[in-house]
């Protein structure tokens, strides 16, 4: 008969697995055919950091909604989603490495291979990074990522310890708040894309202190009452 | 009559346990994949909607369009197309994403546009586009365009030395400043129904600015009238600054004493000053202004000082401290 386990493992995580891979194919194929904006490096740029942090809110969004409905099966999709997020952070961080530093070196006086260009781009990366809040903000939720990502492994896991392990990957939280600023900071006028970003991140991080507080007052009260055994 | 008993139902026909468990199972799959649905689609409304837009339909020929020579130097750089340049506008009145203003638009009527000059001048009331362009030659100026957001394109513009107009209208004395508006129409421009800037939009230049020979009064693009998108029926072209000083559709010009608070620097003085020259040694607080994209190119481009038209306008802000009168 159909295991459940099977069918999560061999049909909905493949399913999954494409579907979050869809906007990158898209994306590359809209770019290669004409059919971005004018300006096709910048809506690459733009819709890389969007899909980050879409898909640091649907990891974000595993845990309350298990509690919620009580499908426990959803943590299955956690890690994957998580790895997306840190694949569209890592694109974001490429486009902008190559499509913003890169291509704002304007000259190359020794060639555009050659270590001068290696220098004068670090240089620049480095300065960008110091110079301006909004960058420095985003690539602090980028590189807290990077030991999430590494540590997304079963064998970590065990490594480390789930209590641990748990405790570390509560970065994430850290991420999800540095890329709604990142955003907030960056946009001209209209805030209302990013506060909607702000808002979902509030809810899902509301949610889980909400938890914490509960849980925290029942232990309480449950030292609290006397355990009738030990009346005497 | 033969009825039959509970009992008639074949055992086979029975769903069996795994079976419906197999069913339930199901459900809740589809009841995760429908919310991750709903998930994406809330998500979704949190960016742009990125698809082609098509750009702005061509139209009859102005009539005696004479291109100005003096005015065509862009140092052999390539003109934009017509598609770049009908399809990428900031032009919030309708909608914040660049592709908005050429798919929103579209419906835009502009027939019978009037022109209110008020203000410190002999000349006051309402011109339409035909009294402006009465007497004149309207000339071809390719310009660069360059945006305070750090892009660039380079653009043929048909248009009127705003000079021109403005002596016709006899300011007097007193005015040291105009001021422009766009038009704001609530059925026509559905960005106005966000409060995301205070409307009307409104620019200002300095007389002298005003009076300068590069700055015109845009009617046309490529020898057509201009599209909706770029600010028809009539908007300014001031190519030393930074493109939001470009009012576009413009329905009022005042003849005023005093600086005029535009739109952007009422928005966030910190950030957009009055006077937007381009300058690649003031950087926008969040970005650097040293570098440029032209619209269609890979590799950036150096910005350059007044956006390349420093000797011609230089001189008038000998007295002024670029730094602080951004």
Same mark, same amino acid.
């Given at each position: 008969?159909?295991?459940?386990?099977?069918?999560?493992?061999? +049909?909905?995580?493949?399913?999954? @697995? *494409?579907?979050?891979?869809?906007?990158?194919?898209?994306?590359?194929?809209?770019?290669?055919?004409?059919?971005?904006?004018?300006?096709?490096?910048?809506?690459?740029?733009?819709?890389?950091?969007?899909?980050?942090?879409?898909?640091?809110?649907?990891?974000?969004?595993?845990?309350?909604?298990?509690?919620?409905?009580?499908?426990?099966?959803?943590?299955?999709?956690?890690?994957?989603?998580?790895?997306?997020?840190? @694949?569209?952070?890592?694109?974001?961080?490429?486009?902008?490495?190559?499509?913003?530093?890169?291509?704002?070196?304007?000259?190359? !006086?020794?060639?555009?291979?050659?270590?001068?260009?290696?220098?004068?781009?670090?240089?620049?990366?480095?300065?960008?990074?110091?110079?301006?809040? @909004?960058?420095?903000?985003?690539?602090?939720?980028?590189?807290?990522?990077?030991?999430?990502?590494?540590?997304?492994?079963?064998?970590?896991?065990?490594?480390?310890?789930?209590?641990?392990?748990?405790?570390?990957?509560?970065?994430?939280?850290?991420?999800?708040?540095?890329?709604?600023?990142?955003?907030?900071?960056?946009?001209?006028?209209?805030?209302?894309?990013?506060?909607?970003?702000?808002?979902?991140?509030?809810?899902? *991080?509301?949610?889980?202190?909400?938890?914490?507080?509960?849980?925290?007052? +029942?232990?309480?009260?449950?030292?609290?009452?006397?355990?009738?055994?030990?009346?005497? | 009559?033969?009825?039959?008993?509970?009992?008639?139902?074949?055992?086979?026909?029975?769903?069996?346990?795994?079976?419906?468990?197999?069913?339930?199972?199901?459900?809740?799959?589809?009841?995760?994949?429908?919310?991750?649905?709903?998930?994406?689609?809330?998500?979704?409304?949190?960016?742009?909607?990125?698809?082609?837009?098509?750009?702005?339909?061509?139209?009859?020929?102005?009539?005696?369009?004479? !291109?100005?020579?003096?005015?065509?130097?862009?140092?052999?750089?390539?003109?934009?197309?017509?598609?770049?340049?009908?399809?990428?506008?900031?032009?919030?009145?309708?909608?914040?994403?660049?592709?908005?203003?050429?798919?929103?638009?579209?419906?835009?009527?502009?027939?019978?546009?009037?022109?209110?000059?008020?203000?410190?001048?002999?000349?006051?009331?309402?011109?339409?586009? %035909?009294?402006?362009?009465?007497?004149?030659?309207?000339?071809?100026?390719?310009?660069?365009?360059?945006?305070?957001?750090?892009?660039?394109?380079?653009?043929?513009?048909?248009?009127?030395?705003?000079?021109? @107009?403005?002596?016709?209208?006899?300011?007097?004395?007193?005015?040291?400043?105009?001021?422009?508006?766009?038009?704001?129409?609530?059925?026509?421009?559905?960005?106005?129904?966000?409060?995301?800037?205070?409307?009307?939009?409104?620019?200002?230049?300095?007389?002298?600015?005003?009076?300068?020979?590069?700055?015109?009064?845009?009617?046309?693009?490529?020898?057509?009238?201009?599209?909706?998108?770029?600010?028809?029926?009539?908007?300014?072209?001031?190519?030393?600054?930074?493109?939001?000083?470009?009012?576009?559709?413009?329905?009022?010009?005042?003849?005023?004493?005093?600086?005029?608070?535009?739109?952007?620097?009422?928005?966030?003085?910190?950030?957009?000053?009055?006077?937007?020259? +381009?300058?690649?040694?003031?950087?926008?607080?969040?970005?650097?202004?040293?570098?440029?994209?032209?619209?269609?190119?890979?590799?950036?481009?150096?910005?350059?000082?007044?956006?390349?038209?420093?000797?011609?306008?230089?001189?008038?802000?000998?007295?002024? %401290?670029?730094?602080?009168?951004?």
């Amino acid at each position: 008969m159909v295991d459940r386990t099977k069918v999560i493992r061999f +049909v909905a995580k493949p399913i999954f @697995f *494409l579907a979050a891979l869809g906007p990158a194919v898209y994306l590359t194929w809209a770019a290669l055919t004409n059919h971005l904006s004018a300006n096709p490096l910048s809506d690459v740029t733009n819709e890389t950091g969007v899909w980050t942090l879409r898909f640091i809110c649907i990891t974000l969004l595993v845990t309350p909604l298990r509690n919620v409905t009580g499908w426990n099966a959803l943590v299955r999709f956690r890690r994957m989603a998580g790895l997306y997020a840190f @694949f569209y952070g890592t694109l974001h961080f490429l486009t902008y490495v190559i499509l913003d530093r890169f291509a704002g070196l304007v000259d190359f !006086p020794d060639g555009i291979v050659s270590l001068t260009t290696a220098h004068n781009l670090t240089t620049s990366i480095i300065g960008d990074i110091a110079m301006r809040p @909004f960058i420095t903000v985003g690539f602090t939720a980028f590189v807290l990522m990077i030991p999430l990502a590494i540590t997304s492994t079963t064998g970590w896991i065990r490594r480390l310890g789930g209590k641990r392990w748990a405790l570390l990957h509560r970065l994430v939280y850290a991420t999800a708040i540095a890329g709604v600023v990142h955003y907030w900071w960056l946009v001209k006028a209209d805030i209302r894309r990013p506060m909607i970003y702000g808002a979902i991140v509030a809810v899902l *991080l509301g949610f889980r202190l909400v938890r914490k507080i509960r849980s925290v007052r +029942v232990k309480a009260a449950l030292r609290l009452k006397p355990d009738p055994t030990t009346i005497r | 009559m033969l009825i039959k008993k509970p009992s008639d139902i074949r055992s086979s026909e029975i769903t069996p346990k795994e079976l419906y468990q197999t069913r339930r199972q199901f459900i809740k799959t589809a009841g995760m994949a429908a919310g991750a649905a709903v998930g994406v689609g809330v998500l979704t409304k949190g960016a742009a909607v990125l698809h082609a837009v098509q750009p702005a339909a061509h139209r009859a020929k102005l009539p005696n369009v004479k !291109p100005n020579p003096a005015m065509s130097n862009t140092n052999g750089e390539v003109k934009n197309t017509w598609e770049q340049i009908t399809t990428y506008n900031n032009y919030y009145e309708f909608g914040i994403d660049k592709n908005d203003p050429a798919e929103l638009s579209r419906n835009f009527k502009t027939d019978g546009w009037m022109v209110d000059v008020s203000g410190e001048c002999a000349k006051k009331g309402k011109y339409s586009i %035909d009294d402006i362009l009465k007497g004149e030659t309207v000339e071809e100026r390719v310009y660069r365009h360059r945006c305070v957001e750090a892009w660039s394109m380079v653009i043929p513009w048909d248009g009127i030395p705003l000079s021109n @107009f403005i002596k016709r209208c006899e300011p007097t004395g007193k005015a040291t400043h105009v001021k422009f508006s766009t038009a704001l129409d609530t059925k026509q421009m559905p960005g106005v129904r966000s409060d995301v800037l205070d409307w009307p939009y409104v620019e200002g230049l300095r007389m002298d600015e005003a009076m300068h020979p590069l700055t015109i009064l845009v009617v046309g693009l490529y020898g057509e009238p201009l599209p909706n998108q770029d600010g028809a029926p009539i908007r300014l072209a001031v190519p030393w600054k930074y493109g939001f000083k470009h009012v576009k559709s413009i329905n009022k010009i005042e003849f005023v004493t005093k600086e005029p608070l535009n739109t952007w620097q009422r928005s966030a003085p910190n950030e957009y000053g009055f006077y937007a020259n +381009v300058n690649p040694m003031v950087d926008h607080p969040r970005w650097s202004q040293g570098t440029e994209r032209r619209i269609g190119e890979f590799l950036k481009r150096r910005t350059l000082m007044f956006n390349g038209y420093a000797d011609q306008v230089q001189s008038m802000y000998s007295n002024l %401290d670029l730094k602080k009168k951004f």
